[in-house]
């Protein structure tokens, strides 16, 4: 989950996610033939979906097997070929398709797995850097890294404050004194995120350009140079023990996501404006690609179960859906378990 700098990561700027204690598992074993077969857990609908070391195309309809077999296509672009095909079983339990990641989460899994089955010689670093080369050649998103390198690179306890720019990043570690981070999901998937996500970076790319001439690209480039002063502000003040301050930056985050990004959603603006509400809120804001998916918040202990309740009465209130609570803990990068 991202704290602050959103959509700043392919701008070149900061960013502060950390890894979370949820996750998806793996388990493998080669074959001796080129097969490959996939089964995961949470699409068990499908069965067993089977493909070959010799079919290397994205599925026109984005089965979720490209995923892992984008992996697989990066490290033999990469020379490391897998000499054997492999059985492969998964189970996740982040919810898919709401800005947590799922989709980094199943790349860096993918890329452990093979590093560890044909003893590749690559870091996690390098795992997080060919899971979004994948994710931007195989599956056509047009992420940046930040997500593939906090579910590479996380630490127990720790956000890592990371500069997209150089891949220069130090932990930094998240005391949360009688707070927890609290995640919503608005349960709202806008089917166009890819597209969205992808004409963003364009525009932003524009405002390098032609910042004054264009009203949106000035308010896409607004949004990335103030963000990436915000996070550098909000690390500063987490040193300093000034949660207050951090919280007022993740606010102003989102209503910079809002008005100038145009990456939330009525949806989950109603989760945002009813917790800026409750005093025990030290900040929320939308976290992810957008249009959709989790808000992220700071929540004081004794203020979980009313955040809970409010935005709850709110939501079913204003959207007709009821949203889902984490309340997340942060965790380490990839293991092996067995
Ligand atoms: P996000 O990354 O925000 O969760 P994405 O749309 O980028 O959303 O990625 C979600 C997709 O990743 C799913 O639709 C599926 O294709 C794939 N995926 C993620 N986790 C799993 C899993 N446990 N099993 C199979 N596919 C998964
Ligand atoms: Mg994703």
New binding site residues.
Partial sequence: VNLIGEHTDYNGGHVFPCALTIG?YMAARKRDDRKLRFY?M??DNLGVVESSLDEFTPDPD?L?IN?PMGVMWAFEGRGMKLESGLDIV???N?P???????????EVVTGYMLKDIYSFNVTNQDIALIGQYSENNYNG?NCGIMDQFASAMGKKDNAIFLDCNTLDFEYAPIVLDGAKIVVTNSMVKHSL?TSAYNDRRNESSQAHKDAIKDEVARKRGKHAVYENQRTIKAVKALKENDIETFGKLMNASHVSLRDDYETSCPEVDVLVDEAWKIPGVIGSRIT??GFG?CTVSIVKDEAIDQFKANLTKAYEEKVGKTPEFYVVSIGDGPSRLA
Wanted: net charge neutral; with cysteine.
């Fill in positions: 998806t995961s949470n699409f984005g979720w995923y998964l189970f996740g982040i898919n398709g709401s800005g947590l990641s799922s989709s980094a989460s199943l998103c995120v992810g690609g998916g």
